[in-house]
């Protein structure tokens, strides 16, 4: 298990490489049939919690319906 530290520099490279895709004038999102591929795997991992509607990944403390939508982000397990 990531402790929050861990959480806050993930999320803070995740802010970076989509910051960099912005600079660049890089696509920021995904084709949505990479990002249904993504979330599927997710659904299927154990690392994933439902808390109502949202799913959360317990590994980066992510929401994954978006996480998964952007380019640069990557499973902290290396699953996608
Ligand atoms: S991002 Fe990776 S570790 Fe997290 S729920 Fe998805 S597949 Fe599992």
């Known amino acids: 298990m990531s402790t929050f530290l861990d959480k806050l520099k993930m999320a803070g490279e995740s802010v970076k490489a989509i ?15 990479v990002s249904e591929s993504r979330l599927k795997i997710c659904e299927e991992c154990p690392e994933l919690t ?12 992510c929401t994954m319906q978006a996480k998964v939508k952007f380019d640069g982000m990557r499973c902290p397990l290396g699953k996608w």
Do not use: D, R, S, Y
């Open 19 to 33: 910051a960099t895709n912005v600079i660049h004038g890089e696509e920021v999102m995904v084709e949505p049939k």
């Open 50 to 61: 439902n808390l109502g509607a949202m799913k959360m990944c317990k590994q980066c403390g």
